[in-house]
């Protein structure tokens, strides 16, 4: 039993105002004299048994029967009457449950109810009521499956419930239309479905959080009441219908939260006053069409407007430019057309500027930009922009995050880009050799698909938080970068389609990659023999992560959840985070020799290996048998021979298996794995056998001609398409102004096609 901290916050601010003066008075004036009454501490005691806490050295610093029960951890008493007013715990026993009958329903002048963090599980019994003087009930973060109790409705001196992050379903029950001094109504993260009506009786309600749950219904037509409302939180829902303009009549809304659910339809802020304190707006994911409105300039103190994914189309209004205070404005993936409206430029407020997956198709005529513009993230990838690269953005002194991919931009990438910490041109036309990145904030280049000549500057090796570099299909000509091995974050190395040439080891100064998970050098000119140890030293691979763990350590880890804080929205959606879990080897289409290196085996995190279409010799290393977890293994048109090792049978999650065009005998391991392979995977290997099942009854050796035939038509198909999207909820400062959850959507592409 650990104290907890707790959301009631301000209850315990109440409580202490009136109380806790005494309570000081007596605690200095004499250790001796007890506050403690025999029937509280019974009680206590009682539900000390109740709740299976243990007697162990870590819990007993709280409840020892040798001290005063109100100096008990969690504990506070009325110090007039030494009764038990407050409790506040992290119930950690695992399994334990209240009851009906539980001794804490006897504790009736509580008027602050935290157990919060724990394991408190099943059902809150209706005998809650009981607890009459309740003012702040917070079972935040536990395990209660079940409906909430229509008895709540009986304790109407609640200021503020909190029940986020259990498995809560049903509806709100309609006794909640009597909590008229209710403050705080958090349900964030449950099960609760249905509709909403209920919280249009809240008459003193601020903060209104139904964030994460299953709600699906129309919006309550009638808010007006609600004269406090600060914040209403109800993203990643299912509410739907038209746009929920009740809310905009609500004169005290600052916050707005509605991302992720199902409005449908036009916006409009006709009616609204033109004094909208609305700061925060978040509409992102809906289904909302039409155009822009020029209303939208009457929400004249947004500092965060997001729009993004819906189907608003045309142009951006004029009136915009009169959102002066805009911090953030996400208009991505929607369709809007025309020029990006220049007085976005002007602004010196803004932060992140995201207008990417629109069909934006030119700057005007001449753009004019502020020196003094706090521009950190801008975000025009996935338009319909073109000309050369725009010049005037080295003149955004703190831009960290650019992402201008999927446009025709051409020409040169200027020097000035040397600043950034992500920057992705993937997919234009630009030329040229890439320019100097001498710099240890840069984290992410993704430059592929563009017609870049010339080698890799050796610059990048000053690069030290470098951990994505994209180099794919240009004509970059070049040996190997070596120097690379440096840089020991790199996760994701893509060389593929370009140019590069020679050996890939060199005795002497070979470290390995110690935090690469992706690595692609397909379709070059890399050629000789990998030293058995080849893998050793690459030791971010074999750490196998399962998806679950990957999405426990992201809502856990700190570390990574700055990360991507930084990397924010936008850009984030083309090259991203890698996701831990996925780590990948191609070295397809290139002239590699020699034996494929036994230690293979050790990066047993590995889940697609591709040695295709090279010049391996020797047999396939039994040691693959050891990465548990592949999912693709094309080992095609080489000149393997001996037999398909056993153990290859044994790895469950291998799906798409290439072994055709090379000199393989012996049998097929028996594994449904196997035999769920097209007959292709295995052809051309005319001493292997055990095809019959694949391949039909006979199996006849492939003619030559056809051989060729059917190696064209493979080769054109994506031997790969895997595509990732992790959608997280992260914390986010936007210059000391707005402290909320910004929604974030990360989505990471991973194509391999040949
Ligand atoms: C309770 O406190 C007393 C006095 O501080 C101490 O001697 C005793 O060991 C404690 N009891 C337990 C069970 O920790
Ligand atoms: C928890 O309690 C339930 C019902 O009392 C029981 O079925 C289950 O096995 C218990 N689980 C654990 C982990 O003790
Ligand atoms: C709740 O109150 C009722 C009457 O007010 C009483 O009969 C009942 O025992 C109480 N329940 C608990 C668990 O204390
Ligand atoms: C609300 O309170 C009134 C008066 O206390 C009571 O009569 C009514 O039943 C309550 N409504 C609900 C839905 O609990
Ligand atoms: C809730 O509000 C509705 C509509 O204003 C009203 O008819 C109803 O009586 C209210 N319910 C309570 C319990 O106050
Ligand atoms: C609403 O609840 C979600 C989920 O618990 C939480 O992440 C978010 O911070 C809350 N929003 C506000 C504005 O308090
Ligand atoms: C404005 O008022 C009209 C007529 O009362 C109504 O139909 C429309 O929905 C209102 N629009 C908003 C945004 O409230
Ligand atoms: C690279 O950056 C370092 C540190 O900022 C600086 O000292 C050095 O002069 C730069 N070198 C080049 C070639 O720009
Ligand atoms: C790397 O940075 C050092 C100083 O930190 C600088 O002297 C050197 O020129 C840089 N190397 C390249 C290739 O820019
Ligand atoms: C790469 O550069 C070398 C030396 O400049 C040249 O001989 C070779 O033809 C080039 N290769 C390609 C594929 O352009
Ligand atoms: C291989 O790279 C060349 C350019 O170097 C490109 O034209 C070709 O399409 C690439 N082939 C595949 C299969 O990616
Ligand atoms: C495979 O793993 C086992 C145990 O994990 C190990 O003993 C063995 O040496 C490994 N085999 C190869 C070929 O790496």
Redesign the pocket.
Known sequence: MIRSQSYCFRATIIIHLFFSLHLLLNTFASHTQSLCRQDQRDILLELKKELKIPNDEYHVISWNTTLDCCSWWGVTCDAKSGRVISLDLIIESANVSLTSGSSLFQLRHLRQLVFTHGNLQGVIPSSIANLTHLTCLDLSNNLLVGEVPASIGKLNQLIEIHLSGNYLRGNIPTSFANLTKLSQLVLSENQFTGGITVVANLTSVFNINLSQNNFKSLFPPDLSGLHKLGQFVGSRNSFFGPFP?SL?MISSLFNIELNQNKFKGPI?????STSSTVRVLTLGYNDLDGPIPESISKLGNLEVLDLSHNNFGGRVPRSTSKLAHLVTLDLSYNKLEGQVPHWLWRSSVFSVLLLSHNSFSSFGKSVEVDDATWLNELGLGSNSLQGPFPQWICKFKILRTLDLSNNHFTGFIPQCLNSLQDLNLRNNGLSGSLPDFNNSDLRSLDVSRNSLVGGLPKSLTNCTSMQLLNVKGNKINDTFPFWLDSLSTLMVLALGSNAFHGPIYQPSTYLGFPSLKIIDISNNSFVGSLPQDYFSNWSAMPFVFSDEEYLSYMEDSTMYKDSINLVSKGVATDFVRIPVFFKAIDFSGNGFSGQIPESIGVLSGLRLLNLSGNAFTGSIPPSLANITILETLDLSRNNLSGEIPRGLGNLSFLSNINFSHNHLQGFLPRSTQFERQNCSSFSGNPKLHGLEDICGEIHVPVPKSQQHEEYLLESEEPLIHWVAVAIAYVPGVFCGLVIGHIFTSYKYEWFIAR
């Not at 409009?268 to 609204?272: E, L, P, R, Y």
């Open positions: 303009s905009f409009d802020f006709g009616n609204m």
